[in-house]
């Protein structure tokens, strides 16, 4: 069984839940013929390394394995110099510009190494550019964890729908936005009240701007208008605007006239907006959860609806690109 060496870059939450993730399904993947072993786990002061594999029940632990496999080695030192078969990029992104991951995807394709990644903002940032570069070194940049948390949009466009033209693309692309709205009409409530329930949830986080004001919407509907409709866009191109002007009565008022109101990210038109869903259509999905509609030329209609986040259901798509590679 060939082995494939997995660096893993940031141990958060969507970190630690590719670890659980791989320790729960061990048995199935062996049962693939699949053999993923973690070599290099690293943080922000340092990282852990053992090229026989490191023990992820200790790793999650913080355990001793960390004493004794502890290095100063950074990030981009590790890539390097252990040139792992995939670097998993899974730091949190800054959309200004995209970096601490932007320096690891660009470090890990240069060497020659495959990456898999759920951080938007290098993608937002400079989608061609590291395709390309990619491309130049044969080997893969998988993304889907980007978009949608657990929801399979990008590979299953690349896979099974390929055949087909896409003619538009629109949804809610994020939880958190759309609990908010899903609170404020159930409850009757205000956007900072729904905010405050969501952060005590951990649903949002402490500073929810990027989630409130569009910003991480604008950055999939930067990655989706790339990956499947061809546009060679970035994140300045996209027309944002969130819902921190939504006001309970505005909510009211669309009840009463048969609609929702939901953040919607527009693929074909680039633009990020609170629009009018009718109610019971399939976009109209209520607390954390996402939804995307694709209008194909031969396929239709087709709506996807998931988890768009969290630590365990992001793994689900962050492990379908690392068994692509791996396979
Ligand atoms: N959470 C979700 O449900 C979800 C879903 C889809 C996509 N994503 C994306 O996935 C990425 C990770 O999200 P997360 O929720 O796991 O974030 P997180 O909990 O904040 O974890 C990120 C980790 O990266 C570490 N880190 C920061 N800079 C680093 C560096 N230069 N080198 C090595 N490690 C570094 C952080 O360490 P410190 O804590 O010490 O700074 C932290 O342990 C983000 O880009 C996020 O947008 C998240």
Not at 4 to 9: E, H, K, Q, S, V
Not at 19 to 42: F, S
Not at 49 to 71: F, H, M, P
Request: glycine fraction near 10%.
């Amino acid at each position: 069984m060939k082995t494939t060496r997995i660096a893993i870059i940031g141990f958060g939450v969507i970190g630690r839940g590719f670890a659980e993730v791989l320790l729960r399904k061990k048995k199935y993947l062996r049962e693939l013929g699949v053999d993923l072993r973690v070599v290099a786990i690293c943080e922000v002061d340092g990282s852990l390394v053992n090229e026989g594999g490191i023990n992820l029940e200790e790793a999650l632990k913080g355990g001793s394995g960390k004493k004794r496999d502890w290095t100063p080695l950074k990030a981009v030192d590790v890539i390097k110099k252990h040139k792992p078969d995939i670097v998993l990029e899974l730091t949190p992104g800054n959309i200004k510009n995209g970096e601490p991951g932007l320096g690891h995807i660009i470090t890990a394709l240069s060497n020659g190494i495959n990456v898999v990644t759920s951080n938007k903002a290098p993608l937002a940032l400079q989608f061609y550019e590291l395709m390309n570069l990619a491309r130049k070194n044969n080997v893969v940049l998988g993304f889907e964890a980007t978009v949608g948390g657990a929801m399979p949009v990008i590979n299953l466009y690349q896979s099974t729908l390929r055949i087909n033209r896409i003619r538009s693309i629109y949804g809610i692309l994020n939880g958190t936005s759309n609990f908010v709205l899903s609170k404020m009409e159930e409850e009757a409530i205000s956007l900072d009240d729904a905010v405050k329930e969501a952060q005590e949830l951990g649903i949002a986080e402490s500073n929810p701007g990027y989630d409130i004001d569009g910003i991480d919407t604008a950055a999939k509907v930067t990655i989706l208008a790339n990956s499947l409709m061809n546009k060679r866009v970035s994140f300045k191109d996209i027309k944002i605007k969130g819902i921190r002007e939504i006001t309970p009565k505005a909510i009211e008022l669309a009840r009463k006239h048969g609609y929702s109101i939901k953040l919607i990210g527009d693929i074909k038109n680039l633009e990020v907006s609170p629009r009018l869903v009718v109610k019971g259509d399939p976009l109209d999905v209520s607390g954390s959860l996402n939804a995307i509609m694709l209008d194909t030329d031969i396929a239709g209609e087709i709506t996807i609806v998931g988890r768009g986040a969290g630590a365990i259901e992001t793994a689900s798509s962050l492990l379908s690109d690392v068994l692509e590679i791996a396979r």
